[in-house]
């Protein structure tokens, strides 16, 4: 029993990443690595920043909290993670429902 229910929230998991990656990508937001057992995604903000007008040095941070000011959506910018390039990306969660997902996604499409 305890398999079965594991099994059902991998499937509830990868179906999410499944979706939410191609969104992304199509919003020029590109994710390098299909995440393959994490929920978060690893996306380029670089190029959909510079539609917000966010130049500044540590883009991900700037565009972080735009995408929150602007759009009520929270990410987590790259240099939380690191040091090797991470202005430029920030990590969407996975973990919400389908239905935050798709609402992040529209509110992504009507900023850009």
Not at 11 to 27: K, V
């Amino acid at each position: 029993e305890s398999i079965a229910e594991y099994e059902r929230r991998r499937g509830e998991f990868r179906a999410r990443r499944d979706w939410f990656i191609p969104q992304l990508q199509a919003l020029g937001l590109p994710v390098p690595v299909v995440p393959d057992g994490a929920f978060y995604a690893w996306a380029d903000c670089t190029a959909f920043a510079r539609r917000l007008d966010v130049t500044a040095a540590d883009t991900s941070w700037d565009f972080a909290f735009e995408l929150m000011r602007r759009a009520h959506i929270a990410v987590t910018p790259g240099r939380d993670f690191g040091t090797a390039d991470t202005a430029r990306f920030v990590r969407f969660s996975t973990a919400s429902s389908m239905a935050h997902l798709e609402e992040a996604v529209q509110r992504l499409k009507a900023l850009g």
